[in-house]
Nanobody, 120 residues
Framework: QVQLVESGGGLAQPGGSLGLSCAAS????????MAWYRQTPGNERELVAR???????YYADSVKGRFTISRDNAKNTVYLQMNSLKPEDTAVYYC??????????????WGQGTQVTVSS
């Protein structure tokens, strides 16, 4: 069993900042990629940022230069620092991780989601 627990999020004003974190726990042998997705009502979940095991990163064009993804491998935790927030960043944010469990079973897991609202 692997669990992803997110924290952070909340309400920010346009131009403000928020930080998200997501900690993985359970029967973990190794974690490959970790990522953040977001979803708004009526829309599909979209990839926001991903960080690979070698720390290479990918960002959606809509967040490049404003968001930063990072990870702490010792803590099995991924972070998303969001700066210069815009109202269109309002969404439920989900973390995702590719995990090899202690039984060598590999799968992707999702966090429960955390609301980010950008509004004046």
């Amino acid at each position: 069993q692997v669990q992803l627990v997110e924290s952070g999020g909340g309400l920010a004003q346009p131009g403000g900042s928020l930080g998200l974190s997501c900690a993985a726990s359970g029967s973990i042998s190794s974690i490959n990629d970790m990522a953040w997705y977001r979803q708004t009502p009526g829309n599909e979940r979209e990839l926001v940022a991903r960080i690979m095991g070698g720390d290479s990163t990918y960002y959606a064009d809509s967040v490049k230069g404003r968001f930063t993804i990072s990870r702490d491998n010792a803590k099995n935790t991924v972070y998303l620092q969001m700066n210069s927030l815009k109202p269109e960043d309002t969404a439920v944010y989900y973390c995702n991780a590719g995990v090899t469990g202690s039984s060598n079973y590999y799968s992707h897991y999702w966090g429960q989601g955390t609301q980010v609202t950008v509004s004046s």
